[in-house]
């Protein structure tokens, strides 16, 4: 079992990322963190194997605080969970060895790619454990966990794949005013709404649509769906 600390600014997003890793099988939630000095006090008595960690932090960058962590011997890994998407940011994440970097709003399935990701390089790490110097196969496999979220390619969207019905929800999204949830499409466009949620999650995976969410007093984010916002206006 592997032991994870939810690190974000955001006590709602928090509670909903670690809901979000529990439901991941082999991981735990330890604790969650709103600030970096809060993080820091949190890593002095426990054990973490692995941090969810924002960038966007009250006292501190997220990456102000892996260095920080990393000069202090904290050995715990880092995914960045961000709306940060600055090439400055990303490239310094890379250096200070985050392992992989999730951008904001993301679905519950692009979170457990990562985690199985994640958990694949531990288990591949404690492969090659046994031997002194583990030879090019198996270091090659131990770049590729770090490197490749599990999953490969995205699924199509749902059997029966039909152009059609692709064309027909890229035409209602165009023709929204505002973003719109599977209910709402499925509503427009009269196909079933778990169909819906298929075909806006391939969209949106392969980059056609933008993601965003929508908190509610029911504590459960609405995910809502709009034409790509670096695509050409009204056009999906």
Same mark, same amino acid.
């Given at each position: 079992?592997?032991?994870? !600390?939810? $690190?974000? %600014? #955001? ?16 991981? /735990?939630?330890?604790? &969650? ?11 002095? %008595?426990?054990?973490? #194997?692995? !941090?969810?960690?924002?960038? *966007? ?10 260095? =920080?962590?990393?000069?202090?011997? $904290? ?8 709306? =940060?998407?600055?090439?400055? $940011?990303?490239?310094? =994440? ?6 992989? *970097? ?9 979170? /457990?790619?990562?985690? #199985? ?6 288990? &591949? !790490?404690? #492969? ?11 270091? %090659? ?11 490969? =390619? ?10 059609? &019905?692709?064309?027909?929800? /890229? ?26 949620? /298929? *075909?806006?999650?391939? !969209? ?10 929508? *908190? ?21």
């Amino acid at each position: 079992m592997m032991d994870v !600390l939810v $690190v974000d %600014d #955001d006590f709602h997003v928090a509670e909903i990322n670690a809901a979000y890793v529990e439901k991941v099988a082999g991981f /735990r939630v330890v604790g &969650t963190a709103h600030t970096a000095l809060q993080t820091m006090r949190m890593l002095e %008595d426990r054990h973490v #194997d692995l !941090l969810l960690l924002d960038h *966007y932090l009250p006292d501190r960058t997220g990456l102000d605080l892996v260095r =920080a962590l990393r000069q202090r011997g $904290v050995r715990s890994d880092v995914i960045m969970v961000t709306a =940060a998407q600055d090439v400055d $940011v990303v490239e310094a =994440a890379l250096r200070y060895g985050v392992l992989h *970097y999730l951008v904001k709003p993301f679905t519950f399935e692009g979170l /457990r790619s990562r985690l #199985d990701g994640y958990a694949e390089l531990r288990r &591949t !790490l404690r #492969d090659a454990g046994g031997a002194a110097t583990p030879g090019q196969k198996q270091i %090659d496999r131990i770049f590729g966990a770090v490197r490749a979220p599990a999953g490969g =390619a995205p699924p199509t969207p749902a059997k029966g794949w039909s152009g059609p &019905t692709v064309e027909l929800i /890229r035409e209602v999204l165009a023709a929204a005013e505002t973003p719109l949830s599977a209910h709402d499409v499925a509503s427009r466009t009269g196909i079933s709404r778990s169909t819906a949620q /298929r *075909y806006l999650r391939y !969209l949106q995976e392969q980059g056609v649509l933008d993601l965003s969410l929508r *908190y509610g007093d029911a504590g459960r984010p609405e995910h809502r769906y709009a034409c790509a916002s670096s695509g050409p206006a009204n056009e999906c």
